[in-house]
């Protein structure tokens, strides 16, 4: 099933963590209750450091982890604003299992997070952002070369990383983030 084209679209680039979680701050800071996510990249890529960003952004209690064996994390609001629902789908086969978590009940309140939520969670929302982090192969230049996407390793704490943020659906037809 070929995704439509998005309203609008944009590719950044970070240079580390901490760039990848200034540029979610702002995205989280402009985000509404409803406003739904879906985070996709390979394991590793930052999803869970992006979803830290956009926390702080939201103003949300901190303590954003993987939420892997939990599947979902609320983290109430601090500033009146929505909380921040951060789920973790890897684990999940589908839009089935998804909706076992009841997530639909809060998401009008909530800003709602899915890493690993593409191709599963499209139908939550009739609106939503996704967001796509790749890691760059090293020392090349991002282009149109083989993906060299070989190394796995945790250790390196400051690496380039391309996020496209993408939006589809009605909830951002007049909304620009970037
Ligand atoms: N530019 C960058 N942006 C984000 N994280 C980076 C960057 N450069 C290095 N890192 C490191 O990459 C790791 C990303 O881990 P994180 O848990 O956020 O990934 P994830 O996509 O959530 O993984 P998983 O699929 O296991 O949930 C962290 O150790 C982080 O410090
Ligand atoms: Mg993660």
Known sequence: MQPPEPLWSAELNTCG?????????????SLRAGDLLLLTGELGAGKTT?????????GVR????????????????LTGGPDLVHVDAYRLSGIDELEDLDLEQGMDRSVTVIEWGAGKAEQLSDSRLE????????STMSGSGEPLQLDFSESED??????????????WMDRRLF
């Open 17 to 29: 963590p901490e760039s990848t979680q200034e540029l979610a701050a702002r995205i989280g800071s």
């Open 50 to 58: 992006f979803t830290q960003g956009l926390g702080a952004g939201l």
């Open 131 to 138: 967001v796509t982090l790749t890691r760059e192969s090293g």
């Open 62 to 77: 901190e303590g954003i982890i993987s939420p892997t064996f939990v599947l979902s994390r609320i983290h109430p609001s």
């Open 158 to 171: 400051d690496e380039p990383r391309t996020i496209t943020v993408a939006a589809f659906g009605p909830a």
